[in-house]
């Protein structure tokens, strides 16, 4: 085992090192993928070495989420010294239902949610740790289903038709988790937004209007703070104001803009954040924590616990409701999340995370102003936070996004800006200089150019 660890250890070295010193990494086709070595599974067991190799061939050959050309998605680049709480996790091997299992590890957890629910002005707040801010969307709004109808979680919705209310820049897991909690993804309503891509206020109350007469029992508004495409910030104090006019569950779906709370100035995106009930806060997006690493938090912490505790005797032996949050979690077995974040969270402190995010936003402004400034370019819009849409009159976003990662000139993706679908960009890896983005934009222009004719489609 030892030296199986120490030969992992040199292939991470090997990892760091060539996402340093040879970032690009040319897209390798699936069926392309198994050439020179064999993913099967064999009936007889392979030695170390063969196993070690084996592994080596899959790093090489994964495609770098934490290198400095990878602009697709909403997590990059790595935190401080997460990633070492993060194999010490794995070496431990806590199950975090249980103190008597978890030791110290529930109680670090406890102290990212208290900091969290401080962070979102929730004075005695909770929070449990999910594998991904879907799911952590999906525990808001079972609470906001079963305050709606308290007797849900036990009879089923008993004829009534519950509706839930989204803006249609929000998240696809919102509709998806609305056909899983019994509430039916018709019911999950798409409301309109503004120019800014932010939920219509006027818009949304017009439909609980409307569903109110209809006989429907509206429970939740999901307000996203930090869309996924356009990075837009729904105004929670005009929502709140409607789900407190209505008695609704206001639920924050800050699983890509929640980290903002960390930062003095850029925290006020999320004004109004302690009139809501509950908030999602994915530390493995801005944060840089490795997949996953979820929050819900709750400003009430009975609600929590009343809509997920069990008996189960096998499992609750020892210590105290308090010291067992498996009562307060949707699984059984957790991965210890939070140990990874607890670490980078001791390294960086809280003026870290502000750093963190003040170049992130720095980065996005820079892009926006060089995009801006470049005459084969087109930029969507003004970014206000780390997504910047662009185009390239006359081409396909999609085409030059692929033949970037062909090439390995970076890995990006596309999304819709209303009227364009433009190359969405996101700073969201502060290791990235602007010399890097400016890189990215030439190869854009530079790919575009290339395209031939049949490729080129009116953006
Ligand atoms: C706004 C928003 N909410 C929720 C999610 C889902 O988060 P996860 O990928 O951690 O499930 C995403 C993912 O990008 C997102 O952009």
């Given at each position: 085992?030892?030296?199986?660890?120490?030969?992992?250890?040199?292939?991470?070295?090997?990892?760091?090192?060539?996402?340093?010193?040879?970032?690009?990494?040319?897209?390798?086709?699936?069926?392309d993928m198994a050439l020179g070595f064999d993913l099967s599974l064999p009936a007889t067991g392979k030695s170390?070495?063969e196993v070690?190799d084996l592994l080596r061939q899959v790093?090489?050959r994964?495609?770098?989420?934490?290198?400095?050309?990878?602009?697709?998605?909403?997590?990059?680049?790595?935190?401080?010294?997460?990633?070492?709480?993060?194999?010490?996790?794995?070496?431990?091997?806590?199950?975090?239902?249980?103190?008597?299992?978890?030791?110290?590890?529930?109680?670090?957890?406890?102290?990212?949610?208290?900091?969290?629910?401080?962070?979102?002005?929730?004075?005695?707040?909770?929070?449990?740790?999910?594998?991904?801010?879907?799911?952590?969307?999906?525990?808001?709004?079972?609470?906001?289903?079963?305050?709606?109808?308290?007797?849900?979680?036990?009879?089923?919705?008993?004829?009534?038709?519950?509706?839930?209310?989204?803006?249609?820049?929000?998240?696809?897991?919102?509709?998806?988790?609305?056909?899983?909690?019994?509430?039916?993804?018709?019911?999950?309503?798409?409301?309109?937004?503004?120019?800014?891509?932010?939920?219509?206020?006027?818009?949304?109350?017009?439909?609980?209007?409307?569903?109110?007469?209809?006989?429907?029992?509206?429970?939740?508004?999901?307000?996203?703070?930090?869309?996924?495409?356009?990075?837009?910030?729904?105004?929670?104090?005009?929502?709140?104001?409607?789900?407190?006019?209505?008695?609704?569950?206001?639920?924050?779906?800050?699983?890509?803009?929640?980290?903002?709370?960390?930062?003095?100035?850029?925290?006020?995106?999320?004004?109004?954040?302690?009139?809501?009930?509950?908030?999602?806060?994915?530390?493995?997006?801005?944060?840089?924590?490795?997949?996953?690493?979820?929050?819900?938090?709750?400003?009430?912490?009975?609600?929590?616990?009343?809509?997920?505790?069990?008996?189960?005797?096998?499992?609750?032996?020892?210590?105290?409701?308090?010291?067992?949050?498996?009562?307060?979690?949707?699984?059984?077995?957790?991965?210890?999340?939070?140990?990874?974040?607890?670490?980078?969270?001791?390294?960086?402190?809280?003026?870290?995370?502000?750093?963190?995010?003040?170049?992130?936003?720095?980065?996005?402004?820079?892009?926006?102003?060089?995009?801006?400034?470049?005459?084969?370019?087109?930029?969507?819009?003004?970014?206000?936070?780390?997504?910047?849409?662009?185009?390239?009159?006359?081409?396909?976003?999609?085409?030059?996004?692929?033949?970037?990662?062909?090439?390995?000139?970076?890995?990006?993706?596309?999304?819709?800006?209303?009227?364009?679908?433009?190359?969405?960009?996101?700073?969201?890896?502060?290791?990235?200089?602007?010399?890097?983005?400016?890189?990215?934009?030439?190869?854009?222009?530079?790919?575009?150019?290339?395209?031939?004719?049949?490729?080129?489609?009116?953006?």
């Amino acid at each position: 085992m030892d030296s199986v660890l120490a030969e992992i250890l040199t292939i991470a070295d090997e990892l760091l090192r060539t996402e340093k010193e040879s970032p690009r990494a040319p897209k390798i086709r699936a069926e392309d993928m198994a050439l020179g070595f064999d993913l099967s599974l064999p009936a007889t067991g392979k030695s170390e070495a063969e196993v070690l190799d084996l592994l080596r061939q899959v790093v090489k050959r994964t495609p770098k989420t934490s290198g400095r050309r990878f602009f697709n998605q909403l997590f990059a680049g790595r935190a401080p010294m997460a990633t070492a709480g993060e194999m010490l996790a794995s070496l431990l091997n806590s199950s975090m239902y249980t103190y008597k299992v978890g030791g110290p590890n529930i109680l670090l957890e406890w102290e990212l949610s208290k900091k969290m629910c401080s962070c979102a002005g929730f004075k005695d707040g909770d929070g449990t740790f999910l594998p991904g801010g879907s799911l952590a969307n999906l525990v808001g709004m079972v609470l906001g289903r079963n305050r709606a109808l308290p007797g849900f979680r036990e009879k089923g919705a008993q004829g009534k038709r519950l509706t839930m209310y989204v803006s249609t820049n929000g998240h696809y897991s919102v509709r998806k988790n609305a056909g899983l909690i019994g509430i039916g993804r018709e019911n999950c309503i798409d409301v309109a937004v503004d120019e800014n891509g932010r939920m219509d206020p006027a818009a949304l109350q017009r439909q609980i209007e409307r569903d109110l007469k209809e006989g429907a029992l509206p429970a939740v508004v999901i307000a996203t703070s930090g869309t996924t495409v356009r990075g837009s910030f729904d105004s929670i104090p005009d929502l709140a104001d409607i789900c407190q006019k209505f008695g609704l569950w206001l639920h924050i779906d800050g699983a890509v803009g929640g980290t903002l709370l960390l930062h003095p100035q850029y925290r006020d995106f999320l004004t109004g954040s302690e009139r809501a009930d509950s908030l999602t806060w994915d530390a493995h997006k801005m944060m840089g924590i490795p997949l996953t690493c979820s929050a819900l938090l709750v400003k009430d912490p009975e609600i929590l616990f009343d809509s997920f505790k069990e008996v189960a005797d096998y499992l609750f032996q020892a210590d105290s409701d308090h010291l067992n949050p498996g009562n307060r979690s949707i699984q059984c077995g957790r991965r210890n999340d939070a140990l990874k974040l607890w670490t980078a969270w001791q390294r960086l402190g809280d003026e870290g995370w502000a750093q963190r995010i003040e170049k992130q936003m720095s980065l996005s402004r820079y892009a926006a102003k060089r995009i801006s400034q470049h005459p084969k370019l087109v930029l969507c819009e003004q970014p206000s936070f780390i997504t910047v849409g662009f185009y390239v009159p006359g081409k396909s976003s999609a085409e030059i996004c692929e033949q970037l990662h062909v090439s390995g000139e970076a890995v990006i993706g596309y999304g819709d800006y209303g009227e364009h679908q433009a190359i969405r960009l996101v700073t969201m890896n502060p290791e990235v200089s602007e010399a890097e983005i400016d890189a990215l934009l030439e190869a854009a222009v530079a790919t575009a150019a290339a395209l031939p004719a049949a490729a080129v489609t009116s953006t």
